[in-house]
């Protein structure tokens, strides 16, 4: 169906910076709204950022104005800039994407990749 590959994540002090890294593939499919979500421990996976296929963001309170989520639409790639990182940002990063071909419409997601914030 759809995959996605996800990179970047690792650990980093607080104050610091990371960027994470998705690109989809899936033959035929037209990848749709991209996202990024995170899961810390004992937590319910949460919204971090989202953005559509023009461009449209949005953002979880927790992150305005310290991440930035971007895509490039030739090669289905979502990045997820995170500066001013903060120990409370530490969880698993997981990718998603709503991808359609008529007439399926499907929502994918990625392995997730550790980011983890020292104080």
């Known amino acids: 169906q759809v995959s996605l590959v996800e990179s970047g994540g690792g650990l980093v002090q607080a104050g610091g910076s990371l960027r994470l890294s998705c690109a989809a593939s899936?033959?035929?499919?037209?990848?749709?709204?991209m996202g990024w979500y995170r899961q810390a421990p004992g937590k319910q996976r949460e919204l971090v950022a989202t953005?559509?296929?023009?461009?449209?963001?949005n953002y979880a309170d927790s992150v305005k104005g310290r991440f930035t989520i971007s895509r490039d639409n030739a090669k289905n790639t979502v990045y997820l800039q995170m500066n001013s990182l903060k120990p409370e940002d530490t969880a698993v990063y997981y990718c998603?994407?709503?991808?359609?071909?008529?007439?399926?419409?499907?929502?994918?997601w990625g392995q997730g990749t550790q980011v983890t914030v020292s104080s």
């Open positions: 998603n994407c709503n991808a359609a071909r008529w007439p399926m419409s499907l929502d994918s």
């Open positions: 899936g033959i035929g499919f037209r990848i749709n709204t």
């Open positions: 953005i559509t296929s023009t461009y449209s963001t």
